[in-house]
């Protein structure tokens, strides 16, 4: 029976998040997670990453790379990050790279945030073994900046990558 009742939690604690329904979303940044597509990105679906998008702007769907002024330091720091991307093995133009300077100049807030954080979400992702350093130092960003979530999701990928042997792997 005990047996019975850990296995039942363990499928309860490893289900996927509940995902929100379109038409229930107050921002049109919840309609874009909702949606699993943003436009701006170079690849656009991001339904892989909707769960975790959920839970990273749960519940006011605000965004978190934005001020009133454009980007957060944090941002551009993170913009720095995947345009460098090929100084890890990696093709920048992946993390939307040569499109960075066009979305700011054009700003639409909601594009933008999502698709910074799936861009994040993806370089993290594609990120070799070996470079958990890379993880550590983004997952600081997100703690600076006071989003907790995304720092778990940053410290689970370095300690999934460290226990499995995970390479580098495709946008």
Same mark, same amino acid.
């Given at each position: 029976?005990?047996?019975?009742?850990?296995?039942?939690?363990?499928?309860?604690?490893?289900?996927?998040?509940?995902?929100?329904?379109?038409?229930? !979303?107050?921002?049109?940044? !919840?309609?874009?997670?909702?949606?699993?597509?943003?436009?701006?990105?170079?690849?656009?679906?991001?339904?892989?990453?909707?769960?975790?998008?959920?839970?990273?702007?749960?519940?006011?769907?605000?965004?978190?790379?934005?001020?009133?002024?454009?980007?957060?330091?944090?941002?551009?720091?993170?913009?720095?990050?995947?345009?460098?991307?090929?100084?890890?093995?990696?093709?920048?133009? %992946?993390?939307?790279?040569?499109?960075?300077?066009?979305?700011?100049?054009?700003?639409?807030?909601?594009?933008? %945030?999502? !698709?910074?954080?799936?861009?994040?979400?993806?370089?993290?992702?594609?990120?070799?073994?070996?470079?958990?350093?890379?993880?550590?130092?983004?997952?600081?960003?997100?703690?600076?900046?006071?989003?907790?979530?995304?720092?778990?999701?940053?410290?689970?990928?370095?300690?999934?990558?460290?226990?499995?042997?995970?390479?580098?792997?495709?946008?």
């Amino acid at each position: 029976m005990f047996r019975l009742v850990a296995l039942f939690g363990l499928v309860t604690a490893l289900a996927p998040a509940q995902f929100i329904q379109s038409e229930a !979303c107050p921002t049109n940044l !919840c309609r874009l997670v909702a949606h699993g597509r943003a436009p701006d990105l170079r690849y656009p679906d991001f339904v892989d990453f909707r769960s975790l998008l959920v839970e990273f702007y749960a519940p006011t769907y605000s965004p978190v790379w934005l001020t009133e002024n454009g980007p957060t330091p944090q941002a551009l720091a993170l913009i720095a990050i995947l345009k460098a991307a090929n100084l890890k093995g990696l093709k920048p133009e %992946d993390y939307n790279a040569d499109l960075w300077d066009e979305q700011i100049a054009h700003l639409d807030r909601s594009q933008f %945030d999502v !698709c910074l954080t799936v861009s994040v979400m993806r370089y993290l992702a594609d990120l070799p073994i070996a470079d958990t350093v890379s993880l550590r130092l983004l997952s600081r960003i997100f703690v600076a900046i006071g989003v907790g979530l995304g720092a778990g999701w940053a410290t689970r990928e370095v300690n999934r990558k460290a226990h499995t042997g995970v390479q580098a792997g495709g946008a």
